[in-house]
């Protein structure tokens, strides 16, 4: 009877040690792995926001809504396509449905002509309107990029507006500022 109550006794100790010691590992393990779990969850429910927080988000000037600008084969262009805005009516317009709050630089890459024929206005998350032109003429290259604060999580508005004529935009790369 006794032999009995002892291997009883041991066994509930065995069982609360189990449980403790369980309890005990499972918490820490616990919170990292819901950490890392939380980007995918974001993943998928606003990539827009995951884009612009890691790599660049690219967007082609040829999907943005035009007016007064045509869409135009330019070979090495990513797609194979930019846009040239006619005249000074000329605007390029896109909404991203969602960036994160925080700081950015607008990079448009495309190709100017000349040093008459290379600028375009950058509109970005309601700031004040930038005028922007490739370094070199007659290659595909970034222009001068443009910082900007998204104020809140939420749509940014860029507006590409008529510089100068025959400045060819073939996309447009926004990046986080760190
Ligand atoms: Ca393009």
Not at 95 to 119: C, F, H, M, N, W
Request: proline share 6%; charged share 25%; aromatic share 6%.
């Amino acid at each position: 009877m006794r032999g009995a109550m002892l291997v009883l006794l041991a066994a509930v100790l065995v069982a609360a040690g189990c449980a403790t010691g369980g309890g005990k590992t499972a918490g820490p393990s616990a919170s990292p792995d819901a950490l890392a779990a939380a980007p995918d969850a974001l993943a998928s429910a606003a990539p827009d926001v995951l884009a612009a927080a890691g790599p660049a988000t690219v967007i082609e000037v040829e999907n943005f809504k035009l007016t007064k600008g045509n869409a135009v084969d330019l070979k090495d262009a990513s797609g194979g396509k930019a846009v040239v805005l006619t005249d000074e009516a000329g605007e390029a317009e896109y909404t991203l449905p969602s960036l994160a709050k925080g700081t950015y630089e607008l990079v448009i890459r495309g190709v100017g002509q000349s040093d008459k024929e290379d600028a375009v206005y950058v509109r970005v998350a309601g700031q004040a309107e930038e005028r922007v032109f490739p370094e070199e003429w007659k290659k595909l290259l970034p222009f001068k990029a443009v910082r900007f604060t998204q104020p809140a999580d939420g749509p940014c508005k860029i507006v590409l507006s008529f510089g100068e004529e025959n400045v060819q935009l073939d996309r447009v790369e926004i990046r986080p500022v760190k």
